[in-house]
T-cell receptor
Framework: GENVEQHPSTLSVQEGDSAVIKCTYS??????FPWYKQELGKRPQLIID?????GEKKDQRIAVTLNKTAKHFSLHITETQPEDSAVYFC?????????FGTGTRLKVLA | DGGITQSPKYLFRKEGQNVTLSCEQN?????MYWYRQDPGQGLRLIYY???????QKGDIAEGYSVSREKKESFPLTVTSAQKNPTAFYLC?????????????FGEGSRLTVL
């Protein structure tokens, strides 16, 4: 089955700097790659997603890139703010099965 | 107000007891999921269902059981066979198996075995 690896497990950045989180997947048939943000004690919420026919997608300060050949995708957050502090999860989906990475705890230092 | 409702929010269980977690959605979604969340291990798939009266095992199905008798409901039973059931359980749904897209999550149920 699909396997998703996510790095790093923790990431600390200064406010205003950029943050990058990387994920790799094993099944080349996966075709949908969402990113979720989970604040402490709350449910995960979708922040951006990308499909396998697109290489890059951007939404304000957040962008996702996908390299199908290498089977990896990355989340980029620019101009980080304290409210970006949370746990971020990547996922890969194939035929309605969603497999998540182990999460990255992002801390934005003021 | 549409969404996914999980209950109870907190649950305590003695060893050897079965417990059932409820998940109800009024989003008219076909597909529903159960995930287990442990610190440092992300979200691990327990079971998922793409349609009524059908479901598939995820990576960690042992010790759990589910049913999907109604489109709106996907209860999860944690049986006494589950060796380490203390965890945070998340239910999710998405529109359909032919339309891969956003997973909508419930608020979760925290199970503690005493």
């Amino acid at each position: 089955g699909e396997n998703v690896e996510q790095h790093p497990s923790t990431l600390s950045v200064q406010e205003g700097d950029s943050a990058v989180i990387k994920c790799t997947y094993s099944d080349s048939a996966s075709n949908y790659f969402p990113w979720y943000k989970q604040e402490l004690g709350k449910r995960p919420q979708l922040i951006i997603d990308i499909r396998s026919n697109v290489g890059e997608k951007k939404d304000q300060r957040i962008a996702v890139t996908l390299n199908k050949t290498a089977k990896h995708f990355s989340l980029h957050i620019t101009e980080t703010q304290p409210e970006d502090s949370a746990v971020y999860f990547c996922a890969a989906s194939i035929e309605s099965e969603y497999i998540f990475g182990t999460g990255t705890r992002l801390k934005v230092l003021a | 107000d549409g969404g996914i409702t999980q209950s109870p929010k907190y649950l305590f269980r003695k060893e050897g007891q079965n417990v059932t977690l409820s998940c109800e959605q009024n989003l008219n979604h076909d597909a529903m999921y159960w995930y287990r969340q442990d610190p440092g291990q992300g979200l691990r798939l327990i079971y998922y269902s793409q349609i009524v009266n059908d479901f598939q095992k995820g990576d960690i199905a042992e010790g759990y059981s589910v049913s999907r008798e109604k489109k709106e409901s996907f209860p999860l039973t944690v049986t006494s066979a589950q060796k380490n059931p203390t965890a945070f359980y998340l239910c999710a749904s998405t529109p359909g198996h032919l339309n891969t897209g956003e997973l909508f999550f419930g608020e979760g149920s925290r199970l503690t075995v005493l």
